[in-house]
């Protein structure tokens, strides 16, 4: 067995998550003197206190668990929602293309049940929140708190982003609402220049809406991305992908806040314009220096 130093004891009061033999997964909170039921069995939750993570621990039908601690996306899948989380899978390419770092501030809106706030937080950032529903305001909170404790920067305001953004100097502006388009113009006086606006859509036809509206912003270096995600299964003989995969989630579109530029205005409106020369295929990777 690997080293530990203390790490690996479960303690009360924290989360786990029991894998039984079909793989299925129980998130649940450890309680000492109380048990978790199961028709699989009853596990005694002080067998699991004091137990090290990744030990197999044996419920009163006889019938085996793994314990472990759960990871964020173990959680994200699993935990309480009011609105529909975004998919992991997203949220690891929403930290990467927004570039995501400890100390960079970020608005986040609408916010939902917290997943993308936790994943945030989890990277370092500073998160304000805006979400129109204090129902999912507070189960956010709750989420959030459950995961990266009370002291994480993270606030939450009842209100419409598409109304205004008090916020200036922004570093990251990361929205899942219906219609960021109209977030554009308060976006362009809430961030600094060289800012990332990222944003999750669902259809396309909301992603083309955005990308037309931010063709008239001072927004460029515009880009778009599906996330596909296969997983595969791996047994001795039989190694292939799995029959079953998350067909669709959503669309990511990013853009940076650039410095207006006399000679070139409005700013992307050539790409738009000259829509027919896009096609023309192009090396991924390659540099281009066309303006
Ligand atoms: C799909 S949910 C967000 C889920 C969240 N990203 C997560 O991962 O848990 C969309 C949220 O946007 C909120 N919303 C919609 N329009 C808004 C607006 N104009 N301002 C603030 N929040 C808004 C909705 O109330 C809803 O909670």
């Known amino acids: ?20 033999a079909k793989e299925r997964q129980y998130l649940i909170t450890l309680r000492a003197g109380t048990s978790f039921h199961t028709h699989m069995g009853i596990i005694a939750h002080d067998h699991l206190i004091g137990a090290f993570e990744g030990s197999t621990v044996v419920g009163s039908t006889g019938r085996r668990f793994l314990v472990v601690r759960p990871t964020l996306a173990d ?4 935990m309480p929602r009011g609105a529909q989380v975004i ?6 390419a929403i930290m990467v293309l927004a570039d995501i770092a400890p100390g960079v501030s970020v608005l986040e809106a609408g916010v939902g049940s917290g997943a993308l706030s936790m994943a945030l937080l989890r990277a370092g950032a500073d998160v304000v929140g805006y979400e129109l529903r204090e129902d999912f305001a507070d189960r956010a909170r709750t989420n959030v708190e459950a995961l990266v404790g009370e ?35 308060h976006a362009e006086v809430a961030m600094r220049p060289g800012g990332i606006l990222c944003s999750y859509l669902p259809t396309i036809n909301q992603t083309s809406q955005l990308r037309n509206a931010l063709a008239h912003t001072p927004f460029g270096m515009a880009a778009t991305v599906e996330v596909l995600y296969r997983t595969w299964h791996v047994e001795t003989r039989s190694v ?52």
């Open 1 to 20: 067995m690997g080293s530990d130093d203390g790490r690996s004891i479960l303690v009360e009061g924290e989360r786990v998550l029991l894998v039984d």
């Open 75 to 78: 959680v994200v899948l699993k």
């Open 87 to 92: 998919y992991p899978k997203d949220l690891a």
């Open 151 to 185: 002291q994480a920067p993270y606030r939450v305001e009842i209100r419409d982003i598409y109304e205004g953004i008090d916020e200036r100097g922004l570093d990251r502006i990361v929205l899942d609402l219906p219609e960021p388009w109209r977030v554009l113009p």
């Open 240 to 291: 292939r992908p799995d029959h079953r995969m998350v067909g669709h989630t959503g669309f990511l579109t990013t853009a940076r806040l650039l410095v207006p530029d006399p000679d070139r205005s409005p700013y992307n409106a050539k790409k738009y314009e000259t829509a027919g020369d896009a096609e023309s295929p192009s090396e991924p990777g390659l540099v281009s220096t066309e303006f």
